[in-house]
């Protein structure tokens, strides 16, 4: 297992990585909020991601993801909607939201960014199965991060991200956060 054979953390500058047909890559849920998500354009990094994901369908490169990643995006999509709205919607939490017919063209659009991503990646499974999970209260880390790491371990992915927390996980990284690159 990973955590008995760690690896070395290696981090390279994702806008001047040379993406090929060879390369088989694994989009964190952060930077399809800065692709596909409006609350979430952040200016350069949307530019830069956007640029990233462009070479990628370009090149040809294998992209994966998996339900934790969507499940994540989904999620985060449909909080920072909650936060924008909450104030002009009256509904102050978010299951309620959740089931308010404003709620209902948003899950629609989110749904189409989700059919737009999977359009783009080869669906995988986590590997769960094979983790031991004696090591998340050994460890304590943020246990989808683990299981995304171990993901990308295993079957040898590059990991794009802008989180700097899998700078502990002994993987490597695409990225533009300057402090994974440091």
């Not at 040379?18 to 609350?39: K, T």
Request: aromatic fraction near 14%; charged fraction near 25%; glycine fraction near 4%.
């Amino acid at each position: 297992m990973y955590w008995r054979r760690m690896m070395i953390f290696r981090a390279i500058q994702i806008n001047h990585y040379p993406f090929s047909a060879n390369d088989e890559v694994f989009i964190d849920a952060n930077v399809w909020l800065y692709v596909f998500c409006p609350r979430c354009v952040s200016g350069w990094k949307t530019r830069v991601y956007s640029e990233a994901l462009a070479k990628i369908l370009t090149a040809g490169s294998k992209v994966f993801v998996d339900v934790l990643v969507i499940s994540e995006f989904m999620n985060r999509y449909s909080r920072m909607e909650f936060e924008s709205l909450k104030n002009i919607s009256g509904i102050t939490e978010f299951k309620p939201f959740r089931n308010n017919s404003i709620y209902f063209d948003i899950a629609k659009v989110i749904a189409n960014d989700v059919r737009r991503i999977l359009s783009y990646c080869r669906v995988t499974s986590s590997g769960l199965e094979e983790m031991d999970m004696g090591l998340l209260e050994k460890r304590r880390p943020y246990f989808n991060d683990m299981v995304l790491a171990e993901l990308c371990r295993v079957r040898g992915l590059k990991m794009i991200t802008h989180d700097g927390d899998f700078k502990k996980y002994g993987i490597t990284v695409l990225t533009a956060n300057k402090t994974l690159l440091s």
